[in-house]
């Protein structure tokens, strides 16, 4: 069931067959390109190959990747066409640069538990991104700098889910879903532009990573529900309000703010 090695540009990859790990080498060239895994619920077809190149990349059914050598960094896709999967098995399999959008209904994100991923951006029109076993998986995104909005569910499935924004853009958040554990502002804005997103789990401003860059928690609305500390970590400014707090009306966060700097 192999192939030589070679690019994805313009075609795609497939290997329909029950448990299979397709072990190739895979460069995304500047056509793009698909992978495309089984669909049969729970059989994941595994790309253990490095994953190279910056071309557009679409997933399209159960796909599995685990080698920590990949070094793709361009604009990956989960395709709503069928429900689909990308499940990242291990850390740091895609580059650091890599967006991933989940392209709406029926599109999955899963970190396996213990599982850190970085990438460049995430964005969502629906869709859900999970934890599927026991443990931390922490996905931190944004690093790019570009500013994205995300609509689909967050949830702690098996294990523990802990979103990190980075990056100097703002990411607009509107979830259908709060059932997380945590999210951290290391850099730039998250602005929460419905009930959920103005809830669920504690939101900590500034980490390790922040320095001098300035983070901050914004509502389109008159208030949060949720508790926000502002963590020692950072010098720069943190900023907790809203967009829409004008007119001399009161901006309500009800939950427990917790000031360290």
Do not use: C, M
Not at 107 to 135: C, W
Not at 190 to 218: E, H, K, R, S, Y
């Amino acid at each position: 069931h192999n192939q030589p090695d070679g690019n994805t540009g313009e075609g795609a990859l497939e290997r329909n067959v029950a448990a299979v790990t397709v072990a190739n080498s895979i460069a995304v060239a500047a056509g793009g390109g698909t992978l495309l895994g089984r669909q049969v619920v729970d059989d994941y077809t595994t790309f253990s190959g490095q994953l190279t190149g910056s071309g557009a990349l679409t997933v399209q059914g159960l796909v599995t990747l685990n080698n920590t050598g990949n070094t793709y960094s361009g604009a990956l896709t989960i395709s709503n066409a069928t429900t689909s999967y990308l499940r990242l098995s291990a850390s740091e399999v895609l580059g650091n640069s890599a967006t991933v959008n989940l392209a709406g209904s029926g599109t999955y994100l899963r970190l396996d538990g213990g599982v850190t991923e970085t990438i460049g951006g995430l964005s969502s029109s629906g869709g859900e991104v999970f934890v599927a076993s026991a443990g931390n998986g922490t996905l931190k995104f944004g690093g790019n700098d570009g500013s994205t909005s995300f609509s689909g569910a967050l949830s702690n499935g098996g294990g523990q889910l802990l979103l990190v924004k980075q990056g100097t853009g703002t990411f607009t958040f509107a979830p259908s879903t709060t059932t997380y554990t945590g999210l951290t502002v290391s850099k730039g804005t998250v602005l929460a532009t419905n009930a959920n997103g103005g809830a669920g789990p504690t939101v900590t401003l500034g980490d390790a990573d922040t320095g001098a860059a300035a983070v901050a928690f914004l509502t389109t609305g008159n208030g949060a529900g949720r508790n926000i500390t502002v963590s020692a970590s950072g010098t720069g400014t943190a900023t907790i309000g809203s967009t829409t707090g004008a007119g001399g009306s009161n901006v309500v966060f009800s939950g427990t703010s917790t000031l360290n700097r």
